[in-house]
């Protein structure tokens, strides 16, 4: 089991960048693959960004491609998205997840452990 907390949420304006952490416990962390989802509000919960458990293959939304960024640090067992030239329209809160798939996955059922959420506001 890994429990997921995640950290860098905030308000920033439109074309401004945040970088979301998500701490993972357990010594079996680089045995996940890792993704992060975002929930708006009145929205259902949507795929934002995957990386496989060697953070050598990503996935992105189509939204986001070109302005965010997945990476991990296995040694600190932290999964990162860098979030690039925000928009309103990115304002959500951010999950964390962690999925025992071989590959990357976007489908949220693949995951079976997730963090609290970190909010993040973009103002227009």
């Known amino acids: 089991q890994v429990q997921l907390v995640e950290s860098g949420g905030g308000l920033v304006q439109t074309g401004g960048s945040l970088r979301l952490s998500c701490a993972a416990s357990?010594?079996?962390?680089?045995?996940?693959?890792m993704g992060w989802f975002r929930q708006a509000a009145g929205k259902e919960r949507e795929f934002v960004a995957a990386?496989?458990?060697?953070?050598?293959?990503?996935r992105y939304a189509d939204s986001v491609k070109g302005r965010f960024a997945i990476s991990r640090d296995n040694a600190k067992n932290t999964v990162y998205l860098q979030m690039n030239s925000l928009k309103p329209e990115d304002t959500a809160v951010y999950y964390c997840?962690?999925?025992?798939?071989?590959?990357?996955?976007?489908?949220?059922?693949?995951?079976?452990?997730w963090g609290q959420g970190t909010q993040v506001t973009v103002s227009s």
């Open positions: 997840a962690a999925s025992r798939s071989l590959v990357v996955v976007t489908v949220l059922g693949a995951y079976a452990y």
């Open positions: 357990g010594r079996t962390f680089s045995s996940y693959s």
């Open positions: 990386i496989s458990w060697g953070g050598d293959n990503t």
